[in-house]
């Protein structure tokens, strides 16, 4: 292989160096210990088929016993023992169409949301053996379902729920309030407002319903006159003073007025309507949550803001977009491959419902972004999050190292130097005491043919951090390039002793030795 197509392939070895020891992160704390989820069922739970398949005596007899364990779920005062109950009830007798829609309900509240979609699915297989208050059942599932879309701002599949709990005889109230609320958040504010005239005067849902119609249309100050009683362009008839929210939503309405207060700044008002929504959540006393008081999304300094969570980990009530925070730091400072998965699936989910819900949209994208761009073929989509993060924090003229190191390195990876080199300036301008940006910035001057000002960053970035295995690792690349084949593999052999476990290292040092000890001797 001649010089030049050596060096040609193994600039493409080189790229890989960019993302040697993953992304430039604050140093790990203790791991987060997670409160132990026991609710699992028993272990001689049984799937629906394998159910059908006992003799007739049998199945009597494991419906007599899962009723049993309804009976415990219902006189639980721990959180804990209801679900962990529930699971056993629909472990043993799979046809239980009330255990499958009584989980729907805990998933939702208590935040595992992947757990009510699971008992919702029990449901629907369940629903055709069980004839009694089958559409009974039917419309409550039905209703849990919208509320749950509700909940996470998918109005769309909201709306088809809403359709088919009335189908099934749902209240003629309930489901025109989830109507309304989801053509409001689907911008079908006409027809929204439609709905929430009908309730005029008769109690809190035509404030609510306009007010999350003028939110989707006008924005949230428009939407907090409405909720405040202020906007006096809607008719007295249909708005008497500020809203009162009653049973049996009053803690969605709670929320949503608390969401608007927290986005106009007013922290004592969204703090006590928080309160008063966590006091509205249906059930009794909670003896598993635990509120915590953490930042929302934004610049650092504003005020903290409340949050539930069953088992340390499940959203329940709160600032969604505190919560979408926090599980970015659980992840971050996650000590253990499974509480890092967990808390990496949690923020990106909190923070996909925050940009529905339009809850601080730049800075959960940023958040989103900044955990997908640790994952293989979730790139892309990384790069377009934290690319308009970083238009917003311009915007703002906030510089967040963060944001602007992990999109140089998404830009470096996909070939793009050019657009890596100003924002990684603009980090050490920033930060000049980050070794890491230093040698991403090497690397990019590397890639647009810069060799006296990538060696400065690389030299630079060795001296604040000699440990740094890919300024090592960038700095052999570069003295390749620059035909000092013998530095090169002392630099690569460095980095190799630091971080030996890594492939990329291991296979552009043995490839440049491979070069090294095939050269024509000296004088030869």
Known sequence: MSRTTARVALLGLGLAAVWLAGCQTSPARAPVALASLRYAADADSLGLDAFLRRSAAEQASRRSQARTYLGRAAASARLADELRALRTAVGLDPTSADGWVQLAHLGRWFGDYQ?????????AAASPLVPRRRHELAAEAALVASWLRYDRGEWKRGLAWADSAAAH??????????????LAGLGRNRRAEDVAYRFANRDHRSHWIYGMSYWHRA???????????????????VLTGPMAPEKPHAAEC????????ELMGNWWEAERLYESAMASVPGRERTDLLRLDHPALAEAGLAAMPVWLAFDRYYVM???????DL??????????PASREFWASAAVDAAGCCLRLDLAPPLARRVRG???????????????DLEAAQRALDARRVVDLETLTTLARLYLRSDRPAQARPLLERAVAAAPDQARAWSDLGLARIQLGEPDLALTALETALGLDPDLAVAWYNRGLLRFHLDDLDGAVADLERAHDLAPADPDIATLLDELRRLRDARPAAGS
């Open 115 to 123: 757990q009510a979609e699971d008992a919702l699915a029990g449901f």
């Open 169 to 182: 005889g749902a209240a003629e109230d309930e489901v025109q309030l989830l109507r309304a609320l989801h």
């Open 219 to 237: 924005g949230v100050e428009a939407a907090h006159a409405i909720f405040t009683g202020r906007d006096a362009s809607v008719s007295e008839e």
């Open 254 to 261: 709670f929320r949503d007025f608390a969401r608007v207060e």
């Open 318 to 324: 709160g600032s969604l977009s505190a919560y979408t």
């Open 327 to 336: 599980a970015y730091r659980r992840y971050r400072e996650a000590g253990d």
């Open 370 to 384: 900044l955990i997908l761009a640790d994952a293989p073929g979730r790139r892309d989509q990384a790069r377009q």
